[in-house]
């Protein structure tokens, strides 16, 4: 093919090879000046990638359309790069992003979102002409989720695209599976703009006080302690041994606290001011003889799980249960149930 291209075509091709350096500099560039960004932005995406056109590609579209550009410049796809996002609405972030990183070419730019075609949903692609600045050549950013990416490579497997005529039936089909792709599609960015409105109004209703209003669930709960409920015990248990404390992930805890009944965070309030007298008269059973000086941030709240067991009838199985729960079944569990029980019934908890 290289052979049968005209003098001009053939100049454009050299000119290319003595810009394959530049060429490759610039897409460490782009890839390196995308990547800090999405991070500094906290965008998590499914893929970046980048691309300089072969030698072979770009002797392709030179015997098509050579005539139409005067040097290599004017071919605004030798380099290539695409961003693959999960949820369409980032799409219009990253694209913010790429409007304060780079120079646009908006006469060469095109939203291909805008067109509607019916059977377009995998090449609804952002395409964005861009310039870093201080650089003569120009490159194609792609903006696209991950479900139009996956439709769009679907479709070159097929030859849904490739020219080749498809039998009616078949493209119906097709196009049926494009639309409900393309509800989905919406709909992830949907749901996850109503989680992120739902955890607003949760966090609101905690900083107000209303935890009765607010169901006991993994959000809600880490939100509820981000107010340090369990602060005070700690400090006042710590205080025993003078101890350091340690934090620890007490979110293991909210299947417990579902046992105990406690559907709402306001549940979760009041079994704190319940028995935290009696979590701190454990906790001091247990220290008070040692020289214990580093604990984990979870022994308020184990301390008042076990005391609520114990004086709601649980007993020593409930012992076992919650420390099943909390570690995983193994043999000792029923030897520290023992040792707990026996802890309780010393001090009169039980």
């Known amino acids: 093919m290289m052979d049968a291209l005209d003098l001009h075509c053939q100049m454009i091709l050299e000119e290319y090879r003595e810009a394959l350096p530049e060429l490759e500099s610039m897409r460490v560039q782009v890839l390196d000046t995308l990547r800090e960004a999405l991070e500094r932005n906290g965008l998590v995406v499914t893929a970046i990638e980048t691309r300089i056109k072969t030698e072979e590609s770009l002797a392709g579209k030179l015997a098509l359309k050579?005539?139409?550009y005067a040097t290599l410049s004017d071919i605004t796809d030798i380099l290539g790069a695409r961003?693959?996002?999960?949820y369409t609405d980032d799409v219009d972030r990253i694209a913010?992003?790429?409007?304060?990183?780079?120079?646009?070419?908006?006469?060469?730019?095109?939203?291909?979102?805008?067109l509607h075609q019916l059977d377009s949903f995998g090449y609804n692609s952002l395409h964005y002409i861009c310039r870093i600045p201080g650089h003569d050549m120009r490159f194609e950013l792609q903006l696209?989720?991950?479900?139009?990416?996956?439709?769009?490579?679907?479709?070159?497997?097929?030859g849904y695209k490739s020219g080749i005529e498809i039998p009616q039936e078949y493209m119906r089909r097709m196009n049926r599976l494009a639309g409900l792709l393309e509800m989905a599609d919406d709909e992830f960015s949907r749901i996850r703009s109503e989680i992120t409105d739902y955890r607003r109004r949760v966090q609101a209703l905690v900083q107000n006080g209303k935890l009765d209003d607010v169901l006991l669930d993994g959000d809600?709960?880490?939100?509820?302690?981000?107010?340090?409920?369990?602060?005070?015990?700690?400090?006042?248990?710590?205080?025993?041994?003078?101890?350091?404390?340690?934090?620890a992930p007490l979110i293991r805890y909210l299947r417990v606290l579902k046992e105990l009944q406690c559907n709402t965070l306001g549940?979760?309030?009041?079994l704190i001011r319940t028995y935290e007298e009696d979590a701190y008269r454990l906790a001091r059973h247990q220290l008070g003889n040692t020289d214990i000086d580093i604990l984990s941030s979870a022994i308020g709240l184990q301390n008042i799980c076990i005391v609520c067991i114990l004086k709601t009838g649980g007993g020593k199985i409930g012992l076992e249960r919650l420390f099943d729960?909390?570690?995983g079944h193994n043999s000792q569990n029923a030897e520290i149930a023992e040792m707990t029980y026996q802890q309780a019934h010393n001090i009169e908890l039980i």
Do not use: M
Request: no cysteine; aromatic share 8%; glycine share 2%.
């Open 325 to 327: 729960a909390l570690d």
């Open 83 to 86: 961003i693959v996002t999960f």
């Open 267 to 270: 549940d979760v309030s009041r």
């Open 144 to 158: 696209r989720t991950t479900l139009q990416h996956a439709w769009a490579a679907i479709n070159h497997d097929t």
């Open 220 to 247: 809600t709960f880490r939100s509820y302690l981000q107010a340090k409920p369990l602060d005070r015990l700690n400090r006042r248990i710590a205080a025993i041994n003078q101890a350091e404390i340690q934090d």
């Open 66 to 68: 050579g005539a139409k």
């Open 96 to 114: 913010s992003i790429a409007e304060q990183l780079f120079e646009i070419d908006w006469n060469n730019s095109v939203d291909k979102r805008r």
